[in-house]
């Protein structure tokens, strides 16, 4: 299979800029070739005139699973929306309805540009079932706590999810294990999982991290350290980190994990929204920390909008260091893009870059949003809509084209959700 996309615009963020007028030709999952009026022969031709290509985006953070739980338990605190409504409801989901409201969320993400996603929940076997059949990019990390005293279940069931996942569909598809958080993992499990990590699997481990005040101080009191602290004192950080939110990093923190392959995962809609705070994005960049970007689950979100995740995360940082310099726009695309993909572990993924793995998002400008058209760059993350996403290449295949997600019946989804839904509440 080969694509040749020609005459169109692209944002090369290496060199921080849009180049117009150029082709860009795609053979198997591959950019073979950019350049301008390229003599090549390909099975398909995309006119880019009038349209925008970027990188697919990375949701370096969500759960794809909680798409029931939108609007359902809003408007409380962190520890009292987990313990007394997210919690209960979860426990009575079963591996079905979590296919289905992955498959919901997939969609979502499709529909805002994303082409890979870094998703921790369970029953993930399933999860990377909706990933393959819509074709986008997945890694699959299974959240895991021992506070039910269910630890050696979970480690054995990620084993197999491993063994059974790793690399499947083409390498679409990664498995990374994923203790839930401190608070919800014992001292030694944590540990367990950490040398798991390096002896057993590719080193690389997702964590929700200094999410709340209420975690930071309950941390000092029971190890003396702060969460970061912490988890570096039982080897964690001896593995590549994905650590999702951040927002209470601390400057002798930010010493530690300079040197280590240490990715914060900002998801600015959830910290807002939780009133958890706001992750020093602008501290952390300065400090040559690499960041990625994700909108975490629809029960804190409530969407998975990675179009207006740009957005909020590009403005709230200014708000907040007011400063109105702080975190440009370039900055949230490189978190979008090639910064997320690294903090998931893939090499040659999310830059437009021959040799790179074709996974790409088209704008339509002919839309409200990009007329005129000014600074494209400032329009993709601060004027844009997920409405203004055309097509979305995964793999250098079409998952959505002319607004229409190629692998799946959205309709149908949305259906079965609905019944799902009111089902799982008579439970
Ligand atoms: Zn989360």
């Known amino acids: 299979m080969s694509l040749l996309i020609k005459n169109i615009s692209y944002l090369d963020i290496e060199q921080e800029k849009i180049i117009d007028r150029a082709d860009v030709f795609i053979e198997e999952n591959k950019i073979k070739k950019i350049g301008r009026d390229l003599e ?9 005139k009038d349209k925008l290509l970027t990188p697919g985006f990375v949701n370096a953070h969500t759960h794809l699973g909680m798409s029931y739980f939108r609007n359902y338990a809003d408007d409380l605190a962190l520890m009292d929306w987990l313990e007394n409504e997210i919690w209960p409801i979860e426990a009575k989901l079963n591996a079905e309805d979590i296919y289905w409201s992955s498959l919901l969320s997939i969609i979502e993400n499709i529909r805002s540009g994303v082409t890979s996603f870094c998703d921790m929940y369970y029953e993930m076997d399933r999860v990377g079932d909706a990933a393959i059949k819509a074709g986008i990019r997945g890694v699959l990390t299974r959240g895991m706590t021992d506070v039910d005293g269910k630890g050696e279940e979970k480690l054995k069931e990620f084993d197999d999810l491993y063994k059974n996942y790793q690399n499947k569909a083409n390498g679409r598809i990664r498995v990374v294990p994923a203790p839930h958080a401190i608070y919800t993992c014992s ?21 929700h991290l200094s999410e709340t005040l209420t975690e930071v101080e309950n941390s000092k009191k029971e190890y003396g350290m702060t969460p970061i602290e912490y988890v570096n004192s039982l080897g964690l950080l001896d593995s590549q980190i994905i650590a999702a939110h951040c927002v209470h990093i601390t400057d002798e923190e930010i010493e530690l994990v300079k040197d280590k392959k240490f990715f914060p995962v900002y998801n600015p809609s ?17 400090n040559n920390i690499t960041m990625a970007l994700g909108t975490d689950g629809d029960s804190s979100n409530n969407n998975q909008d990675f179009v207006e995740e740009m957005h909020i995360g590009g403005i709230v940082n200014k708000a907040v260091t007011m400063n109105e310099k702080a975190v440009p726009a370039i900055e949230i695309l490189k978190m979008a893009t090639v910064n997320g993909a690294r903090a998931l572990g893939f090499e040659n993924l999310g830059l437009i870059k021959e040799g790179y793995l074709a996974d790409l998002t088209i704008f339509d400008l002919d839309s409200n ?59």
């Open 270 to 286: 959830s910290n807002l929204k939780l009133a958890s705070g706001f992750t020093p994005v602008d501290k952390l960049l300065k």
């Open 187 to 207: 001292t030694d499990f944590l540990k367990e999982i950490s040398k798991r990590s390096l002896e057993r699997y590719d080193s690389l481990i997702h964590i």
């Open 40 to 48: 090549v022969q390909a099975d398909e031709v995309f006119d880019g």
């Open 369 to 427: 949003s990009f007329t005129p058209r000014n600074n494209l760059i400032s329009a993709l993350v601060y004027s844009a809509n997920s409405s203004d996403v055309e097509a979305v290449i995964c793999d250098g295949d079409f998952i959505m084209k002319n607004r229409e997600i190629v692998k799946l019946d959205e309709k149908k989804v949305r259906q079965v959700v609905n019944e799902r839904w009111e089902d799982i509440k008579r439970r």
